[in-house]
C-alpha cells in the first residue's frame, strides 16, 4: 500500500492516519530507481514559536520551510541535518529529536527523496540570514489561543503544499511517517519547475519515531 510498510509492523500506526485525495487512492505510487536522504530542520522554542526560512535559491526557492539539504557521503543523517542547520540559518543544534520521515516522489525525475524531519529544541546562537535561507518566526499556536505569541500564523499559503498535511502532526508534537508524489507541471507552465508540480496521491500516519531511523 505505501512505502512504508515494511518499516511499520502492523499495530504501529496511530489513530491519525490520512492519505488522498480520493481519486488517487487507486493509483499506484510513482515508480522510481534511487532513494536520496535529505535533512528537514525546525527551530522551536517552549513558548511556542518556530523558527522558518525562505528559501532564496535552487530547490523550493521563495517558499518557507526548514534549514536541510542533502546528505553528503561518509556523514550520518543526524550530522547532515546540524551541519545544514548551520551553513543555512548560522545555529549549532544542542537538543534535536528525530520527529519524522516522509519520501516525495516527483513524474519526471528517478529519485525518490527521503526526508528525515527533526525539532530543534535546544540551541547556540540566534538564527541569521544567510546565502541559501533568510529565517524568520512564527506562532505555532492559533492567533486566539491565550498563550500565543504575538507573532504571525505559519505561512501555509508560502510553503510546500504537503507541509499543511503533515504539520499537524508536528505541531501536536506526534512523531510521523509519510510520503507525497507530485504530478509534473502543466503542460501551459513553460517555466515549469519540478517543484511546481500539483500533490497526486498522499499518505501520512503517526507512528513511533525508533521505526524511522535510518
Ligand atoms: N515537498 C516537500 N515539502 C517539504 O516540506 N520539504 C521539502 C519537500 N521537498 C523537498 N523538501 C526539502 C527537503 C530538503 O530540506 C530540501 C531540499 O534540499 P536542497 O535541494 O536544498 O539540498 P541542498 O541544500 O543539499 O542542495 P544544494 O545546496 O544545492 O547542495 O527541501
Known amino acids: 500500500m505505501d512505502q512504508f510498510e515494511p518499516l511499520l509492523p502492523s499495530g504501529s ?7 488522498g485525495p480520493p481519486e488517487s487512492l487507486h493509483l499506484p505510487w510513482l515508480p522510481t530507481s534511487s532513494l536520496k536522504q535529505y535533512t528537514l530542520v525546525f527551530p522551536v522554542t517552549a513558548d511556542s514559536k518556530i523558527c522558518l526560512g525562505m528559501k532564496k535559491r535552487g530547490f523550493g526557492a521563495g517558499r518557507y520551510n526548514g534549514f536541510g539539504g542533502k546528505v553528503e557521503p561518509g556523514e550520518t543523517v543526524f550530522e547532515a541535518a546540524k551541519r545544514e542547520l548551520l551553513e543555512e540559518a548560522n545555529i549549532v543544534a544542542t537538543k534535536m529529536p528525530q520527529c519524522g520521515r516522509i519520501r516525495f516522489a516527483f513524474e519526471n525525475s528517478p529519485v525518490l527523496m527521503d526526508v ?9 546562537r540566534e538564527p541569521e540570514e544567510t546565502e541559501e535561507m533568510l529565517p524568520k518566526w512564527y506562532s505555532m499556536l492559533p492567533s486566539d489561543h491565550p498563550s500565543s505569541p504575538s507573532l504571525p500564523a505559519i505561512p501555509f499559503d508560502n510553503m510546500w503544499p504537503d507541509d499543511d498535511l503533515w504539520f499537524r502532526f508536528f505541531l501536536a508534537k506526534k512523531s510521523f511517517v509519510g510520503r507525497v508524489d507530485f504530478n509534473k507541471p502543466a503542460e501551459s507552465d513553460t517555466e515549469g519547475k519540478m517543484e511546481d508540480g500539483s500533490m497526486r496521491k498522499w499518505w501520512f500516519a503517526d507512528a513511533p519515531v525508533e521505526l524511522m531511523q535510518a
Open 13 to 19: 500506526i496511530g489513530a491519525g492516519h490520512i492519505k
Open 116 to 124: 528525515y524531519v527533526y525539532r530543534v529544541e535546544e540551541w547556540e
